[in-house]
């Protein structure tokens, strides 16, 4: 399952969609995205926006909506950080 702010779509992102294999997400930063993935299934969650600051922010709303579930397996939260300076942060975020 893909979740994209993008909302230019491609032949590969159509193709996702007709798979029901991805969701336009409106904003990072808004739980119905995660709330229509059903992210507290998932294995794994794969943060990687074209800033950090917007994966930062992302991590840390998917953080809150996991901890909310209060799941006993939390999926494993991976970002992609393209600034060296801004690992920490990440990692702060969770």
Do not use: C, W
Request: proline share 2%; no cysteine; net charge negative.
């Amino acid at each position: 399952l893909v979740i994209d702010t993008d909302k230019n779509l491609d032949y590969d992102k159509q193709l996702l969609i007709d798979n029901n294999r991805l969701i336009i997400a409106s904003y990072h930063g808004h739980n119905d995205s995660l709330i229509k993935a059903q992210a507290e299934l998932a294995e794994k969650i794969i943060i990687a926006h074209d800033t950090d600051e917007a994966s930062i922010l992302a991590t840390m709303n998917t953080r809150e909506y996991l901890e909310a579930k209060n799941q006993p397996n939390t999926p494993e939260i991976i970002v992609r950080i393209l600034y060296f300076e801004n690992i920490s942060k990440a990692k702060r975020a969770g």
